[in-house]
Nanobody, 118 residues
């Protein structure tokens, strides 16, 4: 399984950014995918998670501002997840990591930096 994340960058407070993460390969037992973030000096925390037909889960700090979406084309062995981030705040600055949860394994993608600063 490969996770390919993209997006991120520098944005002013109140701005928007979009992240995407594509899982490809042997994904038949994929349970769901999510985004985590880690700010300097802080622990990695869950931002949002989406799985099957369940409603997405969001951290309280991003609820109402971030939206997680998925594009499930498992017939092509590819699953893409998106994170739309609006009304960004300086405290959203962190390295964002894509995560894929499977029945028997947990895979991380490479991090992508999001910086919210004027």
């Amino acid at each position: 399984v490969q996770l390919q994340a993209s997006g991120g960058g520098l944005v002013q407070p109140g701005g928007s950014l979009n992240l995407s993460c594509a899982a490809s390969g042997s994904i038949f037992d994929l349970i769901g995918m999510g985004w985590y973030r880690q700010a300097p000096g802080k622990q990695r925390e869950l931002v949002a998670f989406i799985s099957g037909g369940n409603s997405p889960n969001y951290a309280a700090s991003v609820k109402g501002r971030f939206t997680i979406l998925r594009d499930d084309t498992r017939d092509n062995a590819k699953y893409t997840m998106y994170l739309q981030m609006n009304s960004l705040k300086p405290e959203d600055t962190a390295v964002y990591y894509c995560n894929a949860l499977f029945a028997s394994r947990n895979i991380w993608g490479q991090g992508t930096q999001v910086t919210v600063s004027s």
